[in-house]
Nanobody
Framework: EVQLVESGGGLVQAGGSLRLSCAAS????????IGWFRQAPGKEREGVSC????????YYADSVKGRFTISRDNAKNMVYLQMNRLVSEDTAVYFC???????????????WGKGTQVTVSS
């Protein structure tokens, strides 16, 4: 059974940090790119960051560039999103997703986790 399980969300003050984790199982992890998406109430799901299957390439949305860092450990089937200098606009449910190639389009991803809530208080 394919599973992606996010963790690490929570409530944090503006300017603070959180580290999200995504644990994968049930598929050949090191053959898939991983993306982090987020969805705020009343808004569309948007791409935040993605990382290639090898971890050699990483991409960031302009809104998080310089504040967020994505990484992966293929030996542990894990992906991480380090989020620093959080602002209220980062409040959303964060999802990790696996797909054959990195993309900003959620339709390019085959597998999804259920999400973890991040709330940034101002």
């Amino acid at each position: 059974e394919v599973q992606l399980v996010e963790s690490g969300g929570g409530l944090v003050q503006a300017g603070g940090s959180l580290r999200l984790s995504c644990a994968a199982s049930g598929f050949t992890f090191d053959r898939y790119a991983i993306g982090w998406f987020r969805q705020a109430p009343g808004k569309e799901r948007e791409g935040v960051s993605c990382i290639s299957s090898s971890g050699g390439s990483a991409y960031y949305a302009d809104s998080v560039k310089g504040r967020f860092t994505i990484s992966r450990d293929n030996a542990k089937n894990m992906v991480y999103l380090q989020m620093n200098r959080l602002v209220s606009e980062d409040t959303a449910v964060y999802f990790c997703a696996a797909g054959p190639r990195g993309s900003w389009s959620p339709f390019e991803y085959d597998y999804w986790g259920k999400g973890t809530q991040v709330t940034v208080s101002s």
